[in-house]
């Protein structure tokens, strides 16, 4: 049976959101950008993607991040080891997973100008090959946001330091999949990427 982004239960959305936004010098899920916070944003265009199956992993000021989801049908969970790194991050929600859930999509909530139609060039490539990873290309650069099959769940579980999944993707490169997203470039991680990419907006 074909399955259809917003509707399967086969892949569920994390969204990585527990930094404590050092270089931004305030914590930067909280900056607007067309009215939205930069965590709603990213959170709603998960769930635009996969509905209910989302997870939102929050760390550093979690009980201030923690209202600008509400409204929207996701779970948070709390990593209390987020100085550790974004490794960290990935361990805490892939244990939240459900046994159901067949692949995850990795997303950053800094990464602003990721849209739902981007999620969902990813979400339909790893339809395609849902034995293998998918992941945003940008030149040279292969990373988040990134879908990952079961069978690496126990890899992703056993991440550490701040690097992410790129390690496990530099593995496994025999069953990647890259799908150019020039959006992907682009992080909010200073006031001045903040006013690049929306210049009418400020730091809240």
């Not at 239960?9 to 900056?31: C, D, M, N, T, Y």
């Not at 009215?35 to 009980?63: D, K, M, W």
């Not at 909530?109 to 969902?120: E, I, K, M, Y």
Request: proline content about 7%.
């Amino acid at each position: 049976m074909q399955q259809y982004p917003g509707t399967s239960p086969a892949l569920h959305a994390i969204v990585l959101a527990a930094g404590e936004s050092r270089r931004f010098g305030a914590p930067k899920q909280l900056a607007r950008i067309a009215g939205q916070s930069l965590l709603g944003l990213a959170a709603g265009r998960a769930v635009e993607l996969c509905g209910s199956a989302v997870t939102v992993v929050l760390g550093a000021r979690a009980a201030e991040l923690a209202p600008l989801l509400r409204g929207l049908p996701v779970s948070v969970t709390v990593n209390p080891l987020w100085r550790e790194g974004l490794g960290s991050s990935i361990r805490a929600g892939v244990a939240s997973l459900p046994e159901s859930c067949e692949g995850v999509l990795l997303m950053l909530a800094d990464q602003a100008a990721v849209s739902t139609g981007d999620l969902r060039r990813l979400a339909d490539a790893w339809r395609g090959q849902p034995g293998g990873i998918v992941a945003a290309s940008r030149g040279a650069i292969v990373g988040a946001p990134a879908v990952f099959p079961r069978a690496l769940f126990h890899a992703l579980g056993e991440l550490r330091g701040n690097r992410g999944a790129h390690e496990l993707i530099g593995r496994h490169r025999e069953c990647l999949m890259c799908v150019d997203m020039p959006h992907a470039a682009i992080d909010i991680d200073t006031p001045a990427d903040l006013h690049a990419f929306a210049p009418s907006e400020s730091p809240s």
